[in-house]
């Protein structure tokens, strides 16, 4: 689909993952587990954009300072004339920090999030004439390909420490496939959350206009209209807490009633209280993230982080 000259719209979301099967595999664990991306219908997409404006979620706000702060040094260190592909893009506030600087040819959000992206990347293209938007909508977890060329050289720009979303080993794999993605000359401009005091994660993670707990139970709906699945969004509560062990926010269902759930026609029985984990958030520390670019063929690092440490943004070439 072309909708304006200058915006591209690719439709990718099932090419490479088969998704009933994996909420079905995510179900007959005895640990019952919905991954996160699941969050993401539109409505879920609009509600994370709202959690980043909650006063608790610290996230958005120090990495948004950070990249004002830096963008005339992280776009002489990025160089001109790039494709620039941005991973779980969302609304795509955090490149308007950087386009007038970097002048990209080529901007490409990927997001699972189908009428999200195409309406973030519509707005753009509107308010960034210049520029060639190229928006697709792929599941990133999958082995996927680019569905368009460009000579150009390729830099990857993942914010919001979505990182943090895969397990560690995971991510370490992700950053390899990225390099592979970008190149030699390539790069990649990473925004990762740091390990801190609980209690500020904690808070992060339960804001009091209870929008995460929204956001959460969000995914019960999505399951149902897109898997035929049967929830009660009223009969889960929402639970968030770090674990400090593994050094990471874990956020759950929890199943308010003995209750069944059925879905491609088969039967999941939760217990009273029984939990249903839908997210890891992993938080690292600065030189966690440097041996991981490290292992996965990174060479050059560059690092900027706020007064109190709380954000890092990493530019790996
Ligand atoms: C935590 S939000 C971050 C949004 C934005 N980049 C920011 O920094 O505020 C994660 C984004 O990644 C997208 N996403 C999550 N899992 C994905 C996946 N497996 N494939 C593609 N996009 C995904 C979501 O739709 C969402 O827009």
Redesign the pocket.
């Known amino acids: 689909m072309n909708s304006a000259p200058s915006v591209f719209f690719y439709d990718r979301a099932t090419d490479v993952?088969d998704h009933t099967s994996e909420v079905l595999e995510g179900f007959r664990r005895k640990a019952k587990f919905i991954?996160?991306?699941f969050?993401?219908d539109e409505r879920?997409?609009q509600l994370?954009?709202e959690i980043?404006h909650q006063p608790e979620y610290y996230?958005?706000r120090t990495?948004t300072a950070l990249l004002q702060e830096h963008a005339g040094e992280i776009s002489d260190l990025i160089g001109e004339d790039i494709l620039l592909i941005?991973?779980?893009?969302?609304?795509?506030?955090?490149i308007r920090i950087l386009l007038e600087n970097l002048r990209p040819s080529i901007y490409a959000p990927?997001?699972?999030?189908r009428d999200?992206?195409a309406q973030a990347a519509q707005a753009l293209g509107s308010e960034y004439p210049w520029l060639e938007v190229h928006a697709t909508?792929?599941?990133?977890?999958?082995d996927f390909e680019l569905p368009f060329r460009s000579e150009q050289r390729h830099v990857s720009f993942?914010?919001?420490?979505?990182i943090g979303?895969f397990e560690r080993t995971e991510a370490e794999v992700f950053l390899k496939r990225v390099r592979q993605l970008v190149g030699e000359g390539g790069g990649l401009l990473l925004?990762v959350d740091l390990k801190k005091d609980e209690t500020v994660l904690n808070a992060a993670y339960n804001d009091r206009a209870g929008i995460t707990r929204d956001f959460n139970l969000n995914v019960l709906s999505h399951l149902n209209r897109e898997y035929g699945t049967d929830f009660n969004e009223a009969a889960f509560d929402h639970l968030a807490r770090y674990n400090p062990d593994e050094g990471c926010i874990e956020m759950f269902l929890v199943s308010r009633v003995e209750q069944t759930v059925t879905l491609a026609n088969e039967s999941f029985r939760l217990e009273e209280g029984e939990v249903i984990h839908t997210e890891n958030s992993h938080k690292y520390a600065v030189d966690e993230v440097r041996q991981m670019a490290l292992n996965a063929g990174f060479g050059s690092i560059r690092i900027w982080s706020d007064q109190d440490e709380l954000f890092a943004v990493f530019y790996l070439s």
């Not at 990927?110 to 999030?113: A, N, Q, V, Y």
């Open positions: 993952v991954s996160p991306k969050f993401y879920g997409s994370f954009t980043t996230l958005t990495e941005e991973f779980g893009s969302g609304s795509s506030t955090k990927l997001d699972i999030s999200y992206l909508c792929v599941d990133f977890t999958g993942f914010p919001g420490s979505s979303n925004g």
